[in-house]
Structure formats: structure tokens, C-alpha cells
């Protein structure tokens, strides 16, 4: 029976769940290559090792063989009259110095220059689970197996704080990761919002190179001399007043100022324009309003909707 549970600790079988749990990049055979089984003489333990170039590599590789194979054994044998079961009797660590045995060895020997793994120990027992002895008294095995339980205890208890701590990494990572995606978010706004300043700012640059070039037309007619003063124009009886009187020599600002806001037809850009010229003729002005001879033809082109308007028959 022995030899055939040695077949099976070192069978594709155990191989291909080993490198499956462990997700390993080598080959099923290159992976089988790396195991090697052990039986001891006269006894009922089966030794499982693994070599590789890492040590801690070997050590992993010859503890997932070892619980895959007492798994393979309790599915195939461990029903029936004669069950067969078998325990992990010891965990798998590096060896070295006097702890090796003939066969490990011999196995370095084979491969000079590579790391012994790591060998996991077996105790195999039928129905009645007789007592394993590897050498020494009752005594001894009994504490063996209590250091045995102990180291057990020690490994389920760093299973678990591992496994806290891959629970708060986890959730670590989840938080910074909805960090990054609101940073994310709050530049893509910040750089949103820039364009539009820019925007803004690009507008503003151009009105205000607008209303200054329309600062110095009005300066300009300001310091022309004034034109001559045309005849009076007989206007038919027919047609109604213009709602601005026209004047012999200036128009008064207070005058312009209440038929703009009295014009209810002007489109915003025409209003708009109309308050501007009205801003800066406003420093030509008189006190009482008047503004002087030589800003009719300005005032006459820019307000002619204004000063042309007749009122209704």
C-alpha cells in the first residue's frame, strides 16, 4: 500500500492541484520533477520534499503537496471496512545541517547547487488509527504531537491575522482608489472651469479694445471743427413730428438719454451701443445737457432711429 501512496504523493494529480492553488507558471511535469517522496523503514510515515532555487518557494510547494495529498487520500480510502486516513504530522520547513536525512541527501548530491525545499510528514493509519512511531517511546510521539498541535495553533493564528489584514488592505485600496477617482474628477472640473475663465477673459479683452476704439472715434469728432449748418428741410404736413426736435446748433444729452430709454424697439446690441456713445459724450457736455456742434453728425448717424422716428398719423 505504501508504495502505491507514494505513486499518488507524486502524481500529476497532486502536482496540477498544487500548481493550480499556488498559481505557478511551470508546467505540471516540471512541478512533479520538483517533488520527491520518502518512505521510512519500518514505519507508516511518508516523507514529502520539494527543491527549487528559492527556499521558501520549495517550502510552499512541499506543504500544498502535503494537504492535497491527505485530501486525495481521505476521498480514495477513507471510506470502507479497512479506511485508510491521513494527517499532516508535520509542517513543511526548510532543512539543514544535521536534520537531513540519507535520502535528502542524496538529493542534493543530484542537484548541487539548488536549495532542499521542504519536507511535510504523514502519518498513515488504518480505521483504527494505531500509533505512529518514527523512533523513540509512547512518551516522545506524545510530544511530538503536542508540539505538533502547538505549531498548528501558531499557523491557524497567523492564517487569520493574515487574512484580517488582506481584509483591511482590501478595503484600503478600495478607499484610495474612490479617492483617485473623485481627484480625478474634481481636476477634470478644475480644467473646465479654467477654459471657461479663459474664455471669459479672451471676451472682456475684446470689449474693452471695442469701447476703446469707440472712446477715441468720439475724441476724434470732438476736436474736428464743427460742419456747417445745414438748411431746414420743410417736412410735408402729412408726416408726424420726430419725436426729437431738431436743433440749429447742438442736441441736449438729458434729451438723448430719456428717448433711448423710452425706445422700446432697439435690439440689446443697438441699446447697448447707444448707452456706450451716451457714456462718452457725456464729457462734452454742458451742465445743462448741451453738447456741442461738432458732435451732430456723430449724433445724427449714431441715433438716427431715434432722432428719424415719426410718431403715428
Avoid: C
Avoid at 494537504?67 to 486516513?85: C, D, I, K, P, S
Avoid at 532543512?95 to 537531513?100: A, D, H, K, S, Y
Avoid at 410735408?236 to 413730428?241: I, K, N, Q, S, V
Amino acid at each position: 500500500m505504501l508504495p502505491n501512496l507514494r505513486e499518488l504523493a507524486t502524481s500529476g494529480v497532486v502536482a496540477a492541484n498544487v500548481r493550480s492553488t499556488l498559481r505557478l507558471t511551470r508546467s505540471t511535469p516540471e512541478l512533479r520533477r520538483q517533488l520527491h517522496v520518502t518512505v521510512r523503514s519500518q514505519s507508516q510515515v511518508i516523507a514529502i520534499s520539494a527543491t527549487d532555487d528559492v527556499a521558501d518557494h520549495a517550502r510552499q510547494v512541499a506543504q500544498e503537496a502535503a494537504v492535497v495529498f491527505a485530501q486525495l487520500v481521505e476521498a480514495r480510502f477513507g471510506t470502507g471496512e479497512l479506511a485508510l486516513h491521513a494527517a499532516v504530522l508535520d509542517s513543511a520547513h526548510v532543512l539543514g545541517g544535521p536534520e537531513r536525512h540519507l535520502a535528502r541527501n542524496a538529493l542534493i548530491g543530484a542537484l548541487v547547487g539548488l536549495l532542499l525545499g521542504a519536507a511535510s510528514m504523514f502519518v498513515l493509519a488504518s480505521g483504527t488509527r494505531p500509533a505512529v512511531a518514527a523512533g523513540g517511546d509512547d512518551q516522545d510521539l506524545r510530544k511530538r504531537e503536542g508540539l505538533v498541535d502547538q505549531r498548528v495553533k501558531g499557523v491557524t493564528a497567523r492564517e487569520r491575522a493574515l487574512a484580517e489584514r488582506a481584509g483591511k488592505l482590501a478595503a484600503r485600496e478600495q478607499e484610495l482608489d474612490g479617492r483617485a477617482a473623485a481627484l480625478e474628477a474634481a481636476e477634470r472640473e478644475v480644467g473646465s472651469r479654467a477654459g471657461e475663465v479663459a474664455t471669459g477673459q479672451r471676451e472682456l479683452a475684446d470689449r474693452s479694445a471695442e469701447i476703446a476704439a469707440s472712446k477715441r472715434e468720439l475724441e476724434t469728432l470732438a476736436a474736428a471743427p464743427p460742419p456747417p449748418v445745414p438748411e431746414p428741410v420743410s417736412i410735408p404736413a402729412t408726416e408726424a413730428e420726430p419725436a426729437l426736435p431738431p436743433r440749429t446748433g447742438t442736441w441736449n444729452l438729458n434729451e438723448l438719454q430719456a428717448a433711448v430709454d423710452a425706445y422700446v424697439d432697439a435690439t440689446p446690441e443697438q441699446a447697448e451701443a447707444w448707452r456706450t456713445y451716451l457714456f462718452f459724450v457725456r464729457e462734452h457736455a454742458s451742465p445743462d445737457g448741451t453738447l456741442p456742434r461738432s458732435l451732430d453728425p456723430l449724433i445724427a448717424d449714431v441715433f438716427a432711429d431715434i432722432v428719424n422716428r415719426r410718431a403715428p398719423s
